[in-house]
């Protein structure tokens, strides 16, 4: 393989995936790093249904649904290499990079034109959301018992608390319980599910799992192996009330408490952070404030759904090619995103009139009967609730955006 490429895609998740294909579609020279000794990422060991049912039009696993984007990216014999890692991204020119790429080969130095970082998310630990007590065994993430019990088929557990209602913890709890588990109980912080509400109903209700919201894990405790926690409701400023603490007896804690998106090469290179979306500050291309680093993915922001993940790759490769065939983006007028009323966030954060873009947008807090409104392009849509865990996707044509000034504001109002 050469060291030169149009287009390097970091991550071999379903974003990076996407990216990779759509580039070399549109006739660029590609190559991909993936740090794990295969491509394919979270979606091979999520075995449950779901996937695909926008980008597919059909209901298939993870593992389907990965299956075809893999097959499609091998048959197009794209340049990568797996257990390699990006050190860092320097600046060659103003808009060509290099990047330092540890590889079983060496330290290879690789000239990129572009970069599409799709590099996913990590979980949030324990130690990030306060929980005190005893560092035993039998506490993990979601993910990694999600990947004991299906890529390893070890069972981490009898007895199970989660921690969190996230999607994965969820669907975990199903998963331990088609297993023989018994799932002791969900616990939310916040005073509704943080996960889908076709999952809150399959996953929990249709097996009878409780789940407690407003309450938190305030302690684990354990000799050397976890015994039980100690779990308390909260107040509406999510304090602990006290004299409302009750063990639950278990062998097992998962923690489902969120994911952060994973940043640490492209920070290295001085994008700026979205302190909303904990990822990059982005534009209708998916342009990083650092020219020709593009960002998809759980790396750009927290999805929902594998679908929109996909989307995103593909939609950074298009932005790739345009900054690579005219050597940077055209000059245009950036209009800023601005978050209104009951807006938590979203990206991307600057649009502009040369192109249709997807917003993509969470809420702070659910809501009934509601309106969704663009009130500078005079764009509204009636919506019959608003979760912050479901979030928002709709399309902005560039005749709507021509319509405003400086600023677009998006906003959740009350439907009058």
Same mark, same amino acid.
């Given at each position: ?27 660029? +020279? ?77 330290? /290879?130095?690789? +000239? ?9 998310? $990590? ?11 005893? $560092? ?59 996960? /889908? ?41 999510? +304090? ?92 245009? =007028?950036?209009? =800023? ?41 005079? +764009? ?37």
């Amino acid at each position: 393989m050469q060291n030169e490429y149009d287009v390097v895609v970091i991550g071999g998740g379903p974003a990076g995936l996407a990216a990779a294909i759509k580039s070399k579609e549109l006739g660029l +020279k590609v190559l991909l790093i993936e740090n794990r000794e295969f491509i394919g990422g979270i979606p091979i060991q999520c075995v449950h249904p779901g996937f695909g049912l926008h980008y597919f039009r059909e209901d298939l696993t993870g593992t389907e649904f990965i299956y075809r984007l893999i097959k499609k990216f091998e048959e197009m014999n794209i340049d990568h290499y797996t257990n390699a890692h990006v050190l860092e991204i320097l600046p060659y020119s103003y808009r060509h990079r290099i990047l330092k790429v540890v590889t079983e080969k060496g330290i /290879l130095n690789i +000239k990129a034109k572009a970069v599409i970082y799709a590099t996913g998310a $990590r979980e949030r630990h324990m130690f990030e959301i306060g929980i005190t007590g005893h $560092r035993v065994a039998g506490i993990y993430t979601a993910g990694e018992a999600q990947t004991m019990m299906d890529i390893y088929g070890i069972m981490p557990g009898k007895e199970i608390v989660i921690v969190g209602s996230g999607d994965v913890g969820l669907i975990m709890a199903r998963r331990f319980t088609l297993e023989g588990a018994h799932v002791k109980a969900v616990i939310e912080l916040m005073p509704y599910p943080g996960g /889908l509400t076709r999952n809150v109903v399959q996953c929990l209700e249709d097996f009878g799992i409780p789940l407690y919201l407003s309450h938190a894990v305030t302690r684990i405790e354990g000799r050397k192996r976890v015994e039980k926690v100690i779990i308390t409701k909260v107040d509406e400023n999510l +304090k602990p009330i006290p004299g409302t603490e009750e063990e639950l007896e278990c062998d097992t804690v998962v923690l489902a408490v969120g994911l952060v998106p994973y940043l640490k090469v492209i920070e290295k290179a001085g994008v700026i952070i979205d302190p909303a979306t904990k990822g990059p500050v982005v534009n209708s291309y998916l342009e990083t404030t650092v020219p020709g680093i593009f960002v998809a993915g759980n790396a750009l922001v927290i999805n929902d759904l594998v679908d929109y993940v996909v989307e995103q790759g593909e939609e950074a490769a298009v932005g790739a090619y345009e900054f690579v065939k005219n050597e940077g983006l055209p000059a245009m =007028k950036w209009k =800023k995103l601005v978050k209104g009323r009951n807006i938590r966030l979203v990206v991307p954060h600057y649009v502009s009139e040369a192109k249709d873009v997807m917003i993509y947008a969470r809420v702070a807090k659910p809501e009934e009967n509601v309106r969704l409104r663009f009130p500078e392009i005079g +764009k509204e849509m009636k919506l019959p609730f608003v979760k912050p865990s479901e979030m928002i996707r709709i399309k902005l044509r560039k005749k709507d955006i021509a319509k405003a000034g400086d600023k677009i504001t998006m906003e959740v109002v009350p439907n009058e």
